[in-house]
């Protein structure tokens, strides 16, 4: 699977802005998808994850209610729509793609996209 995030950008706080994640080479439509994050000097954490069989969704707690996460089998793609945006929330955003649902456990995903930058400033 080769996963190619888009959709990031300068934002004043408040704004809003949607990531796509769009995927190839696989069976899209069979993988667990899910967002994270790396700010300047800070570990890489769970944003948002959703799960294929069952359509559930998770959120960390830093993003909950702002921030949704959505998929288009048809398309191929995840999309994670952040509204309410912070200065906290400037960081490049990745999308991956695991086999075995991971939620907010990083190494259990199998794919990363390359990420976008979010930066969110006034």
């Known amino acids: 699977v080769q996963l190619q995030a888009s959709g990031g950008g300068l934002v004043q706080p408040g704004g809003s802005l949607r990531l796509s994640c769009a995927a190839s080479g696989s069976i899209f439509s069979r993988y667990h998808m899910g967002w994270f994050r790396q700010a300047p000097g800070k570990e890489r954490e769970f944003v948002a994850a959703i799960n294929w069989r069952i359509g559930t969704t998770g959120y960390a707690d830093s993003v909950k209610g702002r921030f949704t996460i959505s998929r288009e089998n048809a398309k191929n793609t995840v999309y994670l729509r952040m509204n309410g945006l912070k200065s906290e929330d400037t960081a490049v955003y990745y999308c991956?793609?695991?086999?075995?649902?991971?939620?907010?456990?990083?190494?259990?995903?199998?794919?990363w996209g390359q990420g976008t930058q979010v930066t969110v400033s006034s």
């Open positions: 991956a793609a695991a086999g075995q649902y991971s939620g907010s456990y990083a190494p259990g995903y199998d794919y």
